[in-house]
């Protein structure tokens, strides 16, 4: 009996092994992977990590599924889209774009089939020498840090969005009530995978961008909507970079860990699943080596013990462009006022007037702190 083709397999038959999904590595980049179930009862994320793609060492794939009314879809996605994607690209030569689009459109067309009420959304990066393909639908995303500084890979298909409400609107679908306004009273994403009960107004088209590898390119962070539901593009970034300049951590695996736990502290109440690819790990060791940088450090060790809130540890105006959330502010002034309020409150006795004599610290809490203590935050 002869064979039938790839092409001709059930989706399940063309999956790529498990142990290629246990691999978690790709040999080109440093990546640091995380992932935690919250607050949640049970962990619908699922993460995928294949270095050396189709036996390429210059082709990576990628990819964070954030499921949503149950696993089966995210898992299904999780474990078929690698092959049908290889197919896809056998097929379809050097039209990247458009085998990423009939991957998705193909896959879906199955989990309607299978999942009527249980779906998934995706973001998937697929690294072909000096090009990253990004491809999502949902609320999923992706920040690249360009010299220093984000810029949104993704896009957000949230039913807060106008153009896409428009969309379902001109196709005859509904949303539920402010301030959700959920597609038709169920979801609060417009694009996903499955999600069959929803009708022919929720598609898994993605969206689809080309970015060309440059040497000012740092890093990229892939996460699901746990982490961008208490940080911005600029606070991620913003975060990463002080571990870089202020405590010297240029371990990708312990920013993504140390961005997870800062989430719960701030309240996420989702799955957190997020993966940070290193794109040039000679810019982070510069960065983390600078003159600039080391005597940030050493001004900040000598003066202060580790802060326990890094994301507000350096000033604001150090970042004027960041769209720092108003808890975020908040927090800050607090915590200034507090300080004052200690100074004030606080006798002070001559030795520590006599150590305030030279450059006065920049704390307000009479505390002292000697160069060899614990390594903190940058208050400037």
């Known amino acids: 009996m002869d064979l039938l083709p790839r092409s001709l397999l059930p989706l399940h038959e063309r999956a790529v092994p498990q142990e290629l999904h246990k691999r978690r590595e790709a040999p080109r980049f440093a990546v640091g992977f995380y992932e935690t179930v919250g607050r949640r009862p049970a962990q ?40 049908v994607f290889e197919q896809k690209l056998a097929l379809l030569g050097h039209n990247i774009p458009d085998a990423i689009d009939a991957a998705y459109t193909e896959i879906d067309l199955e989990c309607k089939h299978k999942y009527k009420k249980v779906g998934s959304t995706a973001l998937i990066a697929y690294i072909n020498e000096d090009t990253i393909w990004m491809s999502n639908v949902g609320d999923t995303r992706a920040v690249l840090c360009h010299r220093s500084r984000p810029i949104r890979l993704s896009y957000d298909h949230k039913t807060k969005d106008e153009a896409e409400r428009q969309r379902v609107f001109d196709e005859g679908g509904s949303f539920g009530d402010a301030p959700d306004f959920r597609l038709m009273g169920v979801l609060s994403v417009t694009r996903a995978f499955g999600d069959a009960d929803c009708g022919n107004y929720l598609r898994a088209t993605p969206f689809i961008s080309e970015h060309k590898l440059h040497p000012d390119d740092d890093y990229l962070i892939m996460a699901s909507d746990g982490l961008w539901d208490v940080f911005t593009d600029a606070d991620v970034v913003r975060f990463i970079n002080d571990e870089i300049e202020v405590r010297g951590n240029t371990d990708p695996q312990r920013w993504a860990k140390l961005l997870a736990d800062e989430a719960m502290k701030l309240e996420s109440k989702d799955n957190i699943s997020i993966i940070i690819i290193v794109l040039n790990e000679r810019n982070v060791i510069e960065l983390s080596r600078s003159p600039v940088v080391l005597d940030k450090r050493k001004r900040h060790l000598a003066l202060s013990p580790r802060s326990s809130s890094p994301t507000i540890s350096k000033s604001l105006e150090d970042y004027p462009n960041a769209q720092v959330p108003p808890n975020f502010v908040l927090k800050f002034r607090k915590d200034k006022e507090k300080e004052k309020e200690k100074e004030k409150e606080s006798p002070k006795s001559p030795k520590k007037k006599e150590k305030s004599t030279g450059t006065p610290s920049k704390r307000g809490d009479g505390r002292d702190s000697k160069p060899n203590s614990s390594r903190g935050r940058n208050d400037d």
């Open 44 to 83: 619908e994320d699922f993460s995928m990590l294949l270095g050396a793609y189709r036996n390429s060492a210059f082709e990576d794939l990628f990819a964070v599924l954030d499921g949503h009314r149950g696993v089966s879809t995210a898992r299904f996605v999780h474990r078929v889209f690698p092959g």
